[in-house]
């Protein structure tokens, strides 16, 4: 199976993101809360094909550099969605979006915490997760309507692929719970509640999740 490069891949895609930053105790941590993966001329209005859930956004960023990230709650604002940059990961998607014919796909995390390091990462998520008041999952409970508004639109699949590492063991759990995740699917890892992420290290192995994966979904 051909793994088609992101330059032919972005003459199709393009990607928009919603960024916010969050405060917690005088301090700023820069999250995303949603990424959306159009094939060039849908909008993001249009019905979505499937919906990703995985761990966080990387270092996921507007394309604008100079993009001033407003300082917003999930639970109370509207969060603008604008231009972003590509990553791996993100690729890999559009080629199953490629494989599928899908238009439109819509990433989301277990959290919103943008890192592109996973143990800078996990040290803000144990932070967060420590302060109950910081709604940094969508997963969360007062976070239901924006979640749901989510998967109102989309008519396919919600693919899991959040990894192995078991510091984010009980969110992964939480998320399998979630009364309106009752259909996840994804690749399992040797045990619950493990997926394999979309974009391993070995090019190899990217194809073989690529092939599993559209086998999968049918």
């Known amino acids: 199976?051909?793994?088609?490069?992101?330059?032919?891949?972005?003459?199709?895609?393009?990607?928009?993101?919603s960024f916010y930053k969050m405060e917690v105790?005088?301090?700023?941590?820069?999250?995303?809360?949603?990424?959306?993966?159009?094939?060039k001329g849908f909008a993001l209005n249009s019905s979505i094909d499937a919906v990703f859930l995985l761990?966080?956004?990387?270092?996921?960023?507007?394309?604008?550099?100079?993009y001033d990230i407003p300082v917003?709650?999930?639970?109370?604002?509207?969060?603008?969605?604008?231009?972003?940059?590509?990553?791996?990961?993100?690729w890999q998607l559009m080629r199953l979006m490629k494989l599928k014919q899908w238009n439109h796909t819509a990433i989301i995390n277990l959290s919103d915490i943008c890192s592109g390091n996973i143990n800078v990462f996990l040290k803000?998520?144990?932070l967060l997760q420590s302060k109950k008041k910081y709604e940094h999952s969508i997963l969360f409970c007062r976070r239901k309507k924006e979640l749901e508004a989510l998967l109102n639109q989309n008519n396919g699949p919600v693919i899991a692929?959040?990894?192995?590492?078991?510091?984010?063991r009980?969110?992964?759990?939480?998320?399998?719970?979630?009364?309106?995740?009752?259909?996840?699917?994804?690749?399992?890892?040797?045990?619950?509640?493990?997926?394999?992420?979309p974009r391993p290290a070995l090019?190899?192995?990217?194809?073989?999740w690529l092939k599993k994966m559209s086998s999968l979904i049918g």
């Open 72 to 90: 917003l709650v999930p639970t109370k604002e509207t969060i603008p969605f604008v231009d972003a940059k590509s990553d791996q990961t993100q």
């Open 161 to 168: 692929g959040w990894g192995t590492n078991s510091s984010i």
């Open 1 to 17: 199976m051909e793994l088609l490069n992101s330059k032919n891949l972005l003459k199709e895609f393009e990607v928009k993101a």
């Open 55 to 66: 761990v966080n956004p990387g270092a996921c960023s507007a394309s604008d550099q100079s």
């Open 170 to 197: 009980k969110i992964a759990e939480e998320a399998l719970k979630h009364p309106l995740l009752q259909n996840i699917t994804g690749i399992n890892y040797r045990q619950p509640p493990y997926f394999l992420h």
């Open 124 to 126: 803000t998520f144990k």
């Open 203 to 208: 090019m190899e192995n990217r194809r073989i």
């Open 25 to 39: 105790e005088k301090e700023y941590y820069t999250c995303r809360n949603q990424a959306r993966l159009l094939r």
